[in-house]
């Protein structure tokens, strides 16, 4: 985008007026100047590129530090994010449309230790004031721009949620506003809204409407069950309505869970949102839709160190975990397989050690073996069965590993005839 050949002379009534050094809590209060100072300063504001032809001197030159945020800023940010984004709230109040607005605003810096500062709270407010006085027209052009902006809601999340609660605009879809909702949303739980800033906002203004939305763009569990739960904690949304959300977000995120996805589960059912039963066909589920290793060893991980799942339970899982041991899966193969050959009935035993004789690593082959060795001898009939696969195992370049395929043969032999009595 080109350079607006009026800049200059808008950017020289910015200053005039007194608005490049101005509070931005007086925002609303400061002057626009005359007829000829507007016309000037809005054709040179209205169009083109400003990002990258600001003053050379806008930043000062007092390159000492001072406390943000929790970090330590240099002054002259200060001092330029404060001049740009007050700029924008110029050209705002001097009439550019809703997209310019958001578009001009995304171009403003707004370092990251004021964006948690005092500072940035008071600039987060101002820029609500703004914009929230130019009317709901200009508020679903500013809100749609604003969102197609990358990161954008980073700096403002509670204007994006405070536009669309003052003027009942729709639920925006968009995954960067469902975002910004979640983090207002947690602050006023926090009691912590009050000090960031921006649009006024209420928790409970269409809860359920954003919750809904939230959870059909599949936001993370971690960050949106405990939203949820304070909102059934306080009457924003009802019991049986989050029973169900919660359902259908952990169901949505079976083929990719998050790494706390077992403690959310775990939580649910001491909560009374979930059945262990269903838990544990959510984990059955998972491990069977998980195409990489990982992916399983998070579910084994939710599932025996939050879920606190017993051999019983691996075992009545049979059927659902052979396909799962068939992968060939080294961590599930070491981790399952002894459970089950210990555990299932006879008839169950071939499938379950043809899928375990899978193991890609020597090390998980012993595991198989050494549980094999270790269950009683089943019938003969089972041992015709799984005998095949003992010897199709490539053990020629590994005595450790021959050894323990003998030792199931040996084993699971044949036994002897008893002599019958004589007649």
Same mark, same amino acid.
């Not at 995954?175 to 006024?200: F, I």
């Not at 060795?373 to 009939?381: G, H, L, T």
């Not at 008893?418 to 007649?423: K, L």
């Given at each position: 985008?080109?350079?607006?050949?009026?800049?200059?002379?808008?950017?020289?009534?910015?200053?005039e007026?007194?608005?490049?050094?101005?509070?931005?809590?007086?925002?609303?209060?400061?002057?626009?100047g005359?007829?000829?100072?507007?016309?000037?300063?809005?054709?040179?504001?209205?169009?083109?590129?400003w990002? @990258?032809?600001?003053?050379?001197?806008?930043?000062?030159?007092?390159t000492?530090f001072?406390?943000?945020?929790? *970090?330590r800023?240099?002054?002259?940010?200060?001092?330029?994010?404060?001049?740009?984004?007050?700029? !924008?709230?110029?050209?705002?109040r001097?009439?550019?449309?809703?997209? +310019?607005?958001?578009?001009?605003?995304? $171009?403003?810096?707004?370092?990251?230790?004021?964006r948690?500062?005092?500072?940035?709270?008071?600039?987060? @407010?101002?820029?609500?004031?703004?914009v929230?006085?130019?009317?709901?027209?200009?508020?679903? &052009?500013?809100?749609? #721009?604003?969102?197609?902006?990358? @990161?954008?809601?980073?700096?403002?999340?509670?204007?994006?949620?405070?536009?669309?609660? *003052?003027?009942?605009?729709a639920?925006? +879809?968009?995954?960067?506003?469902?975002? &910004?909702?979640?983090? /207002?949303?947690?602050?006023?739980?926090? $009691? #912590?809204?009050?000090?960031?800033?921006?649009?006024?906002?209420?928790?409970a203004? *269409?809860?359920?409407?954003?919750?809904?939305?939230?959870?059909?763009?599949?936001?993370?569990?971690?960050?949106?069950?405990?939203?949820?739960? $304070?909102?059934?904690?306080?009457?924003?949304?009802?019991? =049986?309505?989050?029973?169900?959300?919660?359902?259908?977000?952990?169901?949505?995120?079976?083929?990719?869970?998050?790494?706390?996805?077992?403690?959310v589960?775990?939580?649910?059912?001491a909560?009374?949102?979930?059945?262990? =039963?269903?838990?544990? =066909?959510? !984990?059955?589920?998972?491990? @069977?839709?998980?195409?990489?290793?990982?992916?399983?060893a998070?579910?084994?991980?939710?599932?025996?160190?939050d879920?606190?799942?017993?051999?019983?339970?691996?075992?009545?899982?049979?059927?659902?975990?052979?396909?799962?041991?068939?992968?060939?899966?080294?961590?599930?193969?070491?981790?399952?397989?002894?459970i089950?050959?210990? $555990?299932?009935?006879?008839?169950?035993?071939?499938?379950? &050690?043809?899928?375990?004789?899978?193991?890609? /690593?020597?090390?998980?082959?012993?595991?198989?073996?050494?549980?094999?060795?270790?269950?009683?001898?089943?019938a003969?009939?089972?041992?015709?069965?799984?005998?095949?696969?003992?010897?199709?195992l490539?053990?020629?370049? =590994?005595?450790?590993?021959? +050894?323990?395929?003998?030792? !199931?043969?040996?084993?699971?032999?044949?036994?002897?005839?008893?002599?019958?009595?004589?007649?």
């Amino acid at each position: 985008m080109t350079t607006n050949p009026h800049l200059d002379d808008a950017l020289a009534v910015f200053a005039e007026l007194g608005w490049a050094d101005a509070d931005p809590g007086d925002v609303l209060e400061l002057p626009l100047g005359t007829p000829e100072q507007r016309r000037a300063a809005l054709a040179g504001l209205g169009t083109g590129d400003w990002e @990258s032809h600001r003053p050379r001197d806008w930043a000062g030159h007092d390159t000492s530090f001072v406390e943000m945020g929790g *970090r330590r800023v240099q002054a002259q940010v200060v001092l330029r994010d404060c001049r740009e984004t007050m700029l !924008v709230l110029f050209a705002v109040r001097l009439g550019v449309d809703g997209r +310019r607005a958001a578009k001009m605003l995304a $171009g403003a810096s707004l370092d990251f230790a004021l964006r948690r500062g005092p500072l940035g709270d008071t600039l987060r @407010s101002a820029v609500g004031a703004v914009v929230e006085q130019r009317g709901p027209q200009f508020a679903q &052009a500013f809100l749609t #721009r604003a969102l197609a902006e990358e @990161s954008w809601w980073w700096s403002y999340p509670t204007v994006l949620v405070g536009l669309v609660g *003052r003027w009942g605009l729709a639920v925006p +879809r968009r995954l960067s506003y469902l975002e &910004a909702w979640l983090v /207002t949303v947690t602050e006023v739980m926090s $009691g #912590r809204l009050g000090e960031r800033g921006g649009l006024a906002v209420s928790g409970a203004d *269409r809860f359920t409407e954003h919750m809904h939305a939230a959870v059909a763009a599949r936001l993370g569990a971690d960050a949106l069950v405990p939203v949820m739960v $304070g909102g059934v904690e306080r009457g924003w949304l009802a019991r =049986d309505e989050a029973v169900d959300l919660f359902s259908r977000l952990v169901t949505a995120q079976v083929s990719r869970p998050e790494p706390t996805l077992g403690k959310v589960l775990a939580d649910a059912i001491a909560r009374g949102w979930l059945e262990r =039963d269903a838990a544990a =066909d959510l !984990v059955m589920v998972g491990l @069977s839709f998980a195409a990489r290793p990982l992916v399983r060893a998070m579910w084994l991980t939710a599932w025996f160190d939050d879920l606190d799942a017993t051999d019983a339970d691996v075992v009545a899982c049979a059927d659902a975990l052979v396909p799962v041991l068939a992968t060939g899966d080294k961590r599930v193969i070491e981790h399952l397989a002894p459970i089950l050959i210990a $555990g299932v009935p006879d008839q169950r035993l071939p499938a379950v &050690a043809a899928a375990a004789l899978t193991a890609p /690593t020597k090390k998980a082959l012993r595991v198989v073996l050494g549980a094999l060795a270790a269950r009683p001898r089943p019938a003969d009939a089972v041992v015709a069965l799984i005998t095949p696969h003992l010897t199709a195992l490539d053990i020629a370049s =590994d005595r450790r590993l021959a +050894r323990a395929v003998a030792q !199931v043969l040996d084993r699971w032999a044949p036994l002897p005839r008893q002599p019958t009595a004589p007649s």
